[in-house]
């Protein structure tokens, strides 16, 4: 599949970039797809919920009633969990929700995102350009250009460009990433893809493997 290489005012260069078959052109894994995404936005829970259990309620231990003959439930001192105000039984632990992927798996899930996006022509493929200054009029710009304003924009560059981070930070539904850190959860969150053609490079070494 071959995809014209553009300009950022939205003109073609006159040049086309083939994109891999084995990654953007494979048969799409769903289950893969969402291991990957459980596993991307487990590890974003912080997992600190907790609540405090019996032995942690500050109160009297002493024995409100007598054990039996009451009448009603049994219970102890007034931080009994059948009392108001007393602890939760089976309540949440600090935990860590994340758990392991295999490799092989993460890799065959990132080329089936991106070859949905691909038979979606969601795919725009920039020659690389850089920003002089944190604008974010620049990005806006560029947008308005590749006729994509308003839409979920996710730009791959090659590497760390402090300026374009800074120029897209504040636009909502606009985000900059590393083409070595790109993963299924952002390359499906978005509308378009805007890939630079030394990213395309970077991806293709990292999951043509």
């Known amino acids: 599949m071959e995809v014209s290489v553009l300009k950022i005012n939205g003109q073609e260069t006159g040049r086309k970039v083939a994109l891999n078959d084995a990654i953007y052109g494979i048969e799409p894994n769903d289950h893969v797809i969402y291991l990957d995404v459980k596993q991307y936005l487990a590890n974003q829970r912080q997992g600190t919920a907790k609540s405090k259990e019996r032995s942690e309620i500050s109160g009297s231990t002493r ?3 007598r054990q039996k003959g009451g009448g009603g439930a049994r ?4 931080n009994s969990p059948l009392l108001r105000g007393g602890a939760r039984v089976f309540g ?14 993460k890799i065959l899930a990132r080329k089936s995102a991106l070859t949905y996006k691909a ?56 985000e900059v990433l590393e083409a070595a850190n790109v993963n299924t959860y952002k390359v499906l969150n978005a509308d378009v893809l805007v890939i630079t053609e030394k990213s395309l490079e970077v991806i293709d070494n990292i999951l043509n493997k």
């Open 119 to 174: 038979q979606e022509n969601a795919i725009l493929v920039l020659e690389d350009f850089n920003i002089e200054a944190p604008k974010t009029k620049e990005i806006v710009n560029i947008a308005k250009n590749l006729k994509v304003d308003g839409k979920k924009l996710l730009f791959v560059l090659p590497e760390t460009n402090k300026n374009v981070y800074l120029s897209a930070r504040n636009l909502q539904g606009t």
């Open 92 to 105: 949440p632990k600090p935990r860590d929700y994340g758990f392991k992927l295999n490799k092989k798996v």
């Open 75 to 78: 219970h102890g001192d007034i």
């Open 63 to 65: 024995k409100l009633g």
